[in-house]
């Protein structure tokens, strides 16, 4: 349904509880928003600006959704944070800033099956307190027991197939409150280099995060075009008032449109996140 030719179209959503305007909890959607921007005023950054695909760089997480990201894990405030598929170490130096904020440390456990060209080349024994050098698609066989309270998978989930990870969060969800997921869309990815894990295999839609029961899911394009998923998926042992939340702002979006008439939209604009009843 389009809400305006300048700014915000909705999309599918996902289900689940969510809030009304007037601030009651209600059963629904939680929309989807493209934001459609203007020709530019200003110059923008190229994309090697915005992503971390260089490269030099590669294999690390794209820059997108940090500060969102980063604002979801201050709100659960952790004690144990899991990150799969850790690249450079972007989430644990993200960790480290909110440790050295809230002066308490967060245990910091980190997932990566490469061990030469990517736990040793970014030296992430330094920043992690434990680097489990383990394929994602088998900690469901091999670690019965790993627990905490996020579970962050940032461009991660589409390396592996559909079946493998959904298998992945069905597991994280027995084990962990919250599960936070970053999801290219519409990126091709082939192999880099001799990276032959960088592929990109899986196609996921805000309808695929929708299967899972406590999930919200919003979808944006960023500055280069391509499309990205942020999605929360909640414990099954959690009460949906525990729930966390991320939705669009669906009362701005009168406002989303008048803004992109006047000046670029960031695709990190209007977006709420929280808890279900806190």
């Known amino acids: 349904m389009a809400c305006g030719t300048d700014g915000v179209t909705d999309g599918a959503g996902t289900s689940g509880p969510s809030r009304s305007s007037n601030g009651r909890s209600v059963w629904g959607r939680v929309w989807t928003a493209t934001v ?137 969800q027995y084990r962990f409150k919250h599960i936070f997921l970053v999801i290219p869309v519409d990126w091709v990815s082939l192999e880099y280099q001799d990276h032959r894990y960088e592929s990109h295999i899986a196609i996921w839609r805000p309808a695929d995060i929708a299967r899972f029961a406590g999930s919200y899911c919003i979808q944006r394009r960023i500055d280069d075009g391509h499309k990205f998923l942020l999605a929360s998926i909640n414990s099954i042992t959690l009460s949906p008032r525990d729930y966390f939340v991320i939705k669009n702002k669906v009362a701005a979006i009168d406002r989303l449109i008048a803004w992109a008439a006047r000046r670029q939209l960031s695709y990190e604009e209007a977006i709420d996140v929280g808890f279900l009843n806190r």
């Open 36 to 172: 459609r921007r203007p020709p530019p005023q200003r110059e923008q950054p190229g994309l090697a600006d915005v992503l971390d695909y260089r490269e030099d760089r590669m294999p690390i997480s794209a820059s997108v959704f940090d500060k969102v990201l980063k604002k979801m894990i201050q709100l659960c405030d952790p004690d144990t944070v899991l990150d799969i598929g850790p690249g450079a170490g972007k989430y644990a130096r993200m960790l480290l800033a909110i440790e050295a904020e809230r002066k308490r440390p967060i245990r910091k456990l980190c997932v990566e099956i490469d061990n030469e060209r990517v736990v040793q080349r970014f030296d992430l024994r330094n920043l992690y307190d434990e680097v489990i050098n383990e394929d994602a698609a088998r900690l469901a066989k091999r670690y019965p027991v790993l627990t905490g309270d996020i579970a962050i998978a940032g461009d991660v989930i589409e390396h592996l197939t559909k079946s493998e990870g959904v298998d992945l969060i069905e597991y994280l």
